[in-house]
């Protein structure tokens, strides 16, 4: 049994929401990640007080209207599906405020979480501030978009990045990590992936493994899955005939994400 993969609980609460994933320092190994998808049938309002956290809420699909109490952004989230692969509206929310998300319509939310204890004013991310990358070459290609990234100030711990990777293709990697307080060499970043795929019945292979491979786990992946890595290197495969979304949450004690590649493999760089 997988300790690094999690399959949707999806457990309705009493007003109609469905709670998809929680992630918490409780539930996982995880110390300073926590992820949460929530679906909200149209008209239904999910609340939270975030305490010494602070929160990322990403409308993965569907309209929502967001408020902090003080401020209200209305009428967010710009696809009904992931895979229209425009990138979408976020808030950001800090510590020791409570926020709401109505939904305008049926809507999918993400929910990214990571310990903080310096307030800062909330942000609305709108889609046209996502920075959109397309990296790699040859059978190592995907498609970036830069939600919270290390270059934006306005956040104390979260980074959260939406990735794209074809059919046939290679995501994080070569197999890279950042598992070390070590810097400017490398950074200590925990990090959830939410996962989907393009048709839904299909799946991707990821891996999870240390130097020592004291961690050391290949998961068979689904659509609606979500995959915890507290260290090591995590590759992520894609097969033939299917498309790979997921969603990155990375927090730690210092906000640089500064990666590692696995010697063993980072020769690949060099071909062009």
């Known amino acids: 049994m997988s300790k690094l ?19 918490t320092a409780e539930n996982s190994p995880l110390e300073y990640v926590g992820f949460k998808v929530v679906d909200l049938p149209a008209g239904t309002k999910y609340t939270e007080s975030l305490r010494k956290t602070e929160c990322c809420i ?37 510590n020791d405020r409570s926020f709401e998300v109505e939904a305008a319509s049926d809507a999918r939310v993400a929910l990214c979480y990571s310990a903080s204890e310096q307030q800062r004013p909330t942000k609305l991310i709108k889609a046209s501030d996502n920075g959109i990358e397309n990296r790699g070459i040859l059978n190592n290609k995907r498609l970036v978009h830069n939600i919270l990234p290390d270059s934006d100030p306005s956040a104390n711990s979260l980074l959260v990045v939406e990735v794209f990777t074809e059919s046939g293709n290679w995501s994080s990697y070569p197999p890279h990590k950042h598992d070390q307080d070590n810097l400017p ?33 290949t998961m068979c992946v689904e659509h609606g899955d979500v995959v915890i890595v507290p260290a090591g290197y995590h590759p992520v495969g894609v097969p033939d005939g299917y498309t790979s979304y997921y969603l990155n949450v990375m927090a730690g004690p210092k906000r640089i994400w500064k990666f590692h590649n696995d010697p063993a493999h980072e020769w690949i760089l060099k071909r062009s």
């Open 5 to 23: 993969l999690r399959k949707p609980n999806n457990n309705e609460t009493p007003k109609g929401i469905t709670i998809v994933h929680e992630v």
């Open 58 to 94: 990403v409308a993965l699909t569907g309209k929502i209207n967001v408020s902090d109490q003080e401020e209200t952004f209305k009428n967010l989230g710009t696809r009904e599906n992931v895979f229209e692969k425009k990138p979408t509206d976020s808030v950001y929310v800090s």
């Open 185 to 217: 060499e490398e950074s200590f970043l925990e990090e959830t992936y939410y996962h989907e795929m393009n048709p839904n019945q299909g799946f991707v292979f990821q891996r999870v493994y240390t130097d020592d491979r004291s961690i050391d786990e």
